[in-house]
């Protein structure tokens, strides 16, 4: 399947304001930009296929790839003056490079893309700024044998606040994490069909236009998932990844697994 990654948003919360700032997923987490980690994992999974919906800073994701080191994270052989690979992370790869403007919201930059879609009844969707474990083929099959028309990966807040229940005169009757009360939110890995343009007008977004409009009619399908996920809204998320990738702590690199 076609992968659409959305990277053209400004992600205020990660820049530190200075003209040129890099786009957030071309942030680094190890060697590589957040972008590169979300891509992989689809690779792993066998869809190599890209498009990228770009926007703000798409000359740092042009530039990353047009002049792409194979050897940052892959072993090589320096004979005679010459790099042989011993492996290779994007040769297979088609990656098809899309300006969908600087401001346009999510469901105006996937319209942008629509002819890049053509043929294809089902394709994939991601944030590119979202790291996780969860199984792709499950996720797949189960939104095949479904009558919907689009599915949504949804986790349990993230977030260490706490909900406090309150009794009328004040008395806190409960403390409970956010994290364990009955709530899913959006965890930003997509599944759709090409009826999802029927619901997203221009200028209009994914979730809030297009995917509120399925789940009016039923044909939203959720994918709960627990194990791994991690956003990076933040600095302190980014480098939070960072951290644990240098520590080897790394559950979302399912491309690491043994085979």
């Known amino acids: 399947m076609k992968v659409v990654l959305f990277c053209g948003g400004y992600g205020t919360r990660m820049r530190s304001g200075t003209p040129g700032d890099v786009p957030k997923p071309m942030q680094l987490v190890g060697p590589r930009p957040l972008i590169w980690h979300v891509m992989r994992y689809y690779a ?20 990353f790839f047009l002049n792409y080191q194979e050897t940052t994270s892959n072993d090589f052989v320096l004979r005679g003056g010459q790099v042989e690979l011993l492996s290779t992370d994007i040769s297979d790869w088609s990656i098809t490079f899309v300006q969908t403007g600087i401001e346009s919201p999510i469901g105006e930059r996937l319209r942008r893309v629509r002819e890049h879609l053509e ?3 089902v394709f994939l969707a991601n944030y590119a700024d979202v790291l996780t474990d969860a199984p792709l083929p499950d996720i797949i099959d189960r939104f095949n044998g ?33 994290s364990e ?18 619901h997203i007008p221009s200028g209009g977004d994914l979730v809030a236009d297009g995917c509120f409009a399925l789940a009016k009619s039923g044909r939203l399908l959720a994918y709960p998932h627990r194990g791994y996920w ?16 240098s520590r080897g702590d790394r559950p979302w690199a399912v491309w690491e697994r043994p085979a």
């Open 119 to 121: 043929g294809e009844e």
């Open 181 to 198: 009360m009955p709530l899913w939110v959006n965890g930003g890995y997509f599944v759709l069909r090409q009826e999802i343009f029927d």
């Open 230 to 245: 991690r956003p990076t809204d933040t600095v302190k998320e980014r480098l939070a990844l960072d951290e644990a990738y």
């Open 44 to 63: 792993h999974f066998g869809h190599t296929d890209f498009v990228l919906c770009l926007g703000y800073g798409a000359h740092h994701i042009k530039e």
């Open 146 to 178: 479904g009558d919907v028309g689009a599915s949504m990966m949804v986790v349990p807040p993230p977030a260490t606040f706490h909900c406090i229940e309150v009794g009328e005169n004040g008395q806190v009757g409960g403390v409970t994490p956010v």
